[in-house]
């Protein structure tokens, strides 16, 4: 009896069961919160393009080094903007532009990672009647990966191609800048309200600003008592595209008894098209006794071209050669044109046909 008694017996339900359960989720909620707010009070958390220390480090090392007096194309102003912004007035001053640059964290994408720097920007207007204001904002970043190396080198050398790039970035500011400005036409029709407002540049400011680099770190070259040698050279390839550029120079250093034909040398990806140099370019030709820059072309019936700068003791050497794969022998072949070959025939049968059509002609005649 007490055994089926116990099975009839019910479980008596707990008072405010469905309370406690909703203060127990919210309790758990409540815990949570505080967890997640406690943990970001804790996280040292830094802007999203804030740099580091060792960038600001290289930065104002790079900074403090570039001689404006020495550069084709000043960017001082640019530098300046890196502290507060600068403006030009514009349009008989009824348009300012206004512009500042700050230094951001590297970050690739945007930036590709086999660049030295990277820079961008953006513009926006506005209208105050009568005036117009163009706000230019810059951003720049460089490679610690690539550049800090270099510089903790000590090496002029070294430090010359790091101030090379830090002198390319300042004119891809600059540009982004004045390159509006310098067109008397666009400010013409801006200032006359003639077209809608752009802030779009050239795509391809590299075709002025390698220049103004190469001379630059040239100048300082010079400064740091560097014989600057600049070589051009045409080269022709092997038959399998490999190649050696002779580069004249002669200039051989020690290490202890050890003979070693350079002291440095720099490539940027960019300065090589269709080629690969090889994984220590620079080797010695004991026939010519002079330096060579070895290398393949990528494809070996087509062109190629090589920048490089090359250090053989206290000489500061930019190297440019086009090379040029190897013809067939006896000179150039083309596709058979078949119709060019057989024209002359062509031409001898028509004039026999012609022939023999104005004699039956004359016979028939004299027949008649």
């Known amino acids: 009896m007490r055994a089926e008694e116990g099975r009839d017996k ?16 919210a309790y758990l909620i409540f815990t949570i919160v505080v967890l997640v707010f406690t943990s970001i009070l804790t996280v040292d958390f830094k802007p999203l393009y804030a740099q580091t220390q060792d960038e600001k480090n290289l930065f104002n090392t790079l900074k403090g080094r570039y001689q404006d007096g020495q550069a084709p194309q000043k960017v001082k102003d640019i530098i300046d903007s890196f502290d507060s912004e600068q403006k030009i007035e514009i349009c008989d001053k009824k348009a300012t532009i206004k512009y500042s640059a700050k230094l951001v964290t590297w970050s690739s994408p945007p930036a590709r990672a086999d660049c030295e720097g990277w820079t961008t920007f953006k513009a926006s207007y506005e209208q105050k009647v009568p005036h117009k204001i163009v706000k230019v904002e810059i951003e720049v970043m460089f490679n610690l990966v690539t550049m800090k190396p270099r510089e903790d080198s000590k090496d002029r050398f070294q430090q010359i191609i790091n101030d090379g790039w830090f002198y390319h970035e ?86 202890g008894d050890k003979e070693i034909y350079w002291k440095n040398h720099y490539f940027h990806p960019e300065w090589l098209k269709n080629v690969d140099l090889d994984p220590n370019p620079l080797d010695w030709d004991s026939k010519k006794n002079h330096i060579v820059i070895k290398g393949k072309l990528k494809d ?69």
């Open 10 to 25: 019910k479980i008596p339900k707990i008072r405010g069961g469905k309370n406690i359960l909703k203060r127990g989720k």
């Open 300 to 368: 070996k019936t087509k062109p190629g071209q090589v920048k490089i700068i090359i250090d053989p003791q206290s000489i500061f050497a930019i190297i440019t050669s086009d090379i040029y794969p190897l013809g067939p022998v006896g000179g150039i072949a083309f596709p058979a044109d078949k119709l060019t070959l057989l024209a002359p025939w062509i031409t001898l049968a028509a004039l026999i046909a012609i022939a023999a059509a104005s004699v039956a002609l004359y016979r028939r005649r004299h027949k008649a």
């Open 170 to 255: 300042m004119l891809h500011a600059w540009l982004a800048v004045h390159g509006k400005i310098r067109d008397t036409d666009w400010c013409k029709e801006f200032c006359e309200c003639k077209k809608d407002f752009e802030w779009e540049t050239e795509d391809d400011h590299h075709k002025e600003i390698y220049p103004w680099q190469f001379t630059y770190m040239k100048e300082l070259a010079t400064a740091a008592n560097y014989t600057v040698v600049e070589k051009e050279v045409d080269t022709q390839a092997e038959g399998d595209g490999s190649f050696s550029i002779p580069t004249s120079i002669d200039k051989r250093t020690y290490e």
